[in-house]
Every structure is written in C-alpha cells, then in structure tokens.
C-alpha cells in the first residue's frame, strides 16, 4: 500500500474511468444541453450528487485556452440560483477573513441579476436572468457572462465568446464526446506533469 506520492498512470486512469461510469449511470436523470450544432472540443463540466442523487450536470463546449468560444451548461435538479451563488462565491478574489466579511461576500453574490435575456431552448425563446461581465472561476477563460433559467429543472449557464443572442442550446443525448476529451485531457495532463 502506498501512502504518498503520485498515483501510477494506470491507478491515474482507473479513477477516471470509475468516475465516468458514475457519470454515464445518472445522465438520464437530467436533461443535458448544448449549443446547437457544436462540433468542437468538448468536455465534462461540473457533477454533484447529494445522498447518491443527482443534484446537477454540466458539459463544457470549447477550450479554455484556445481563442474559440467556452461555454459551461449545467442542468440543475432544483432551482438554479443556489449553485450560482456558490460558485459566485468561490471566485471571489479572496477567502473572507472573519464571519462578517463571509455575510457580506455571501450577500454580493446573492445580488439579482442586472438584466433578462432571451436563450433558444430547444428552438424555443426562453427567459434568462442574466449577470454580464462576471469572474467565471474555475478552468473557465477569465471573465464572460452568468445566467440562469430559474426552472425546474434549471440550467445555469457560463460564458466566454458569444453573446446571449448568439446562443442556442439543444438536448444532447450522447455524453461519450464529452467523457472522451475529459480523459484525453485529464492523461494530457498527467503525462504533461511528469514521468513516475
């Protein structure tokens, strides 16, 4: 057994692949969507699940490094503001020093939307409240926009390159695209890092 270092390369894809069987065991449990058309890279985004329930899914469109669009989609199982404000919190620029400066970054991120846009959901225009010109956090290119489809279920999107107008998004039934480039990029990554 070994207690530290760094996993071997096949211990590295083992995990990855029982992760991505999980992932293929609940996408039907929510409806997935995409830009219409898309024919770039693709990834999977942010999963949670709470007591063995899927609580949201998303699939990421585009490379964060690349000059091209990138575009998170995530399908909530309930209303999608409370994962907006989580995540509006972790980029925050700094962790809070005490309880007071917490209430007040949980109260910045807790702000309503500035506008309402209009998204093609399946072909139909829907009601968006949107956040321009937002930290997107994570591997996310910087900074685009936020918005959410305050639905059950509900999406959340994160956006760098195309506008609002400019967006359509569709189901997508096949998640397999999206498990295959996040394993090429998760072993790009770890041969990136170094031999064992």
């Known amino acids: 057994m070994r207690y530290g270092g760094r996993l071997s390369r096949i211990e590295f894809t083992a995990l990855i692949d029982q992760q991505a069987n999980r992932i293929r065991a609940s ?6 969507y995409g ?23 998303g699939l990421v469109f585009g490379d964060p490094q690349g000059d091209g669009p990138w575009i ?3 399908t909530t199982a309930g209303p999608p503001m409370p994962l907006l404000i989580d995540l509006r ?4 620029a700094e962790a809070p020093a005490d309880r007071a400066a917490a209430q007040r970054a949980l109260a910045a991120a807790s702000t309503p939307a500035s506008q ?8 139909l ?23 959410i489809l305050d639905e059950v279920p509900g999406l959340l999107l994160r956006v760098c390159g195309p506008g609002p107008a400019e967006l359509s998004l569709a ?5 397999e695209p999206h498990l295959t480039g996040t ?3 998760l072993l790009a990554g770890y041969d990136a890092y170094g031999t064992d």
Do not use: Y
């Open 125 to 147: 225009p829907r009601q968006f409240s949107c956040w321009p010109d937002e930290p997107l956090g994570g591997d996310a290119p910087g900074r685009g926009w936020l918005a």
């Open 116 to 123: 309402r846009v209009s998204i093609a959901v399946d072909g």
């Open 35 to 57: 830009p219409a058309g898309w024919g770039g890279p693709c990834r999977i985004g942010t999963w949670g699940w709470e007591d063995e329930r899927l609580n949201h899914a």
């Open 89 to 92: 919190v972790a980029v925050a």
């Open 171 to 175: 189901r997508v039934g096949d998640i």
């Open 183 to 185: 394993r090429a990029h």
């Open 72 to 74: 998170e989609v995530i």
């Open 27 to 32: 996408a039907g449990a929510l409806p997935l």
